[in-house]
């Protein structure tokens, strides 16, 4: 079959743009064609040049084509996503050709409010945006009942990639992307008894506010998606689609978190 590539790159990095002009050189030299964004349905690979943020967007367009492989080279600062150095670059793609590397699955979660379906790689936050806010509330149900009523700053609803972003850094847990989980991470709980929970991705989630009011936000993937009222209706389920990244064979998910998060260093 012959191979046809995709490109999604960050062109306001000046990093990006060298390392793009240098890939697509290489697979000029292999024969690879270009495909423009309108035409993913044919292309067999695709490749993200940037940072983490650049493959939370172009994620939405590249799972438009189910089972795309993904090569994500680093151009930004941390790149836990986009961890593919510089300087692998076009050993990676080689080895991609080759048909020499493995592919890490993504779970995603769909959220659908009101009549309108989003799919999210990283989180889905629900908080109160402002400085000089009042608490948000937020009951979360399941299909078994409910869960809780989040009342605080908001609510993260995670997917084991997003772990080790936002939710992280409101005190959630590291889960492995191996596995299939929905993660809820309170922010700033009023009660701090609110902790974390782990559920499986069996589980499918409503949530509702409980109050009116005109910074009530909905984010996704750190977009801002609309303001909410006590009307709408938001259903989050596990998605079918999976974001499907290349990456060298023996590549230890551990040793990432270590590089990427100093994750069990000795910070003492």
């Known amino acids: 079959m012959e191979e046809r590539c995709i490109i999604f790159c960050n062109k306001t990095k000046a990093k990006a743009v060298e390392i793009y002009t240098d890939l697509k050189n290489f697979l000029k ?15 067999t690979f695709a490749i993200v040049i940037g ?5 939370l967007r172009a994620s939405k367009e590249i799972i438009k084509k189910p089972n795309l492989p993904v090569i994500a080279i680093n151009a930004g600062s941390l ?7 510089e300087l692998e670059a ?11 590397y493995k592919v890490y699955s993504r779970g995603l979660l769909e959220i659908t409010i ?69 993660i809820i991470t309170p922010i700033s709980p009023h009660n701090l008894s609110t ?3 782990i559920l499986s991705a069996q589980e499918v989630l409503y949530a509702k506010v409980n ?8 984010m996704i993937d750190g977009d801002f998606v609309k303001k909410l009222t006590v009307n709408d209706k938001i259903t989050i ?18 040793s990432v978190l270590k590089e990427k998060l100093k994750w069990g260093d000795n910070l003492c």
């Open 51 to 55: 940072g983490d943020g650049t493959l």
């Open 79 to 85: 790149g836990f996503l986009t961890e593919i150095k």
């Open 114 to 182: 009101n009549d309108t379906s989003y799919n999210v790689l990283n989180e889905i936050v629900i908080s109160n945006g402002r400085l000089d806010k009042r608490l948000i509330s937020v009951d979360i149900f399941a299909d078994s009942g409910k869960i809780n009523t989040y009342t605080g700053d908001g609510v993260i609803i995670a997917t084991p990639t997003g772990s080790t972003a936002y939710s992280l850094s409101a005190g959630g847990p590291i889960v492995s992307y191996h596995l299939d989980a929905i």
């Open 195 to 197: 902790r974390p929970i």
């Open 237 to 254: 389920s596990y998605s079918d689609k999976k974001l499907n990244l290349i990456l060298p064979k023996g590549r230890n998910y551990y």
């Open 29 to 43: 030299e292999k024969n690879v064609p270009l495909l423009s964004k309108n035409e993913i349905d044919k292309a």
């Open 211 to 218: 109050h009116n009011d005109i910074n009530n936000f909905l």
């Open 90 to 100: 076009r050993d990676i793609c080689q080895s991609y050709l080759d048909k020499d």
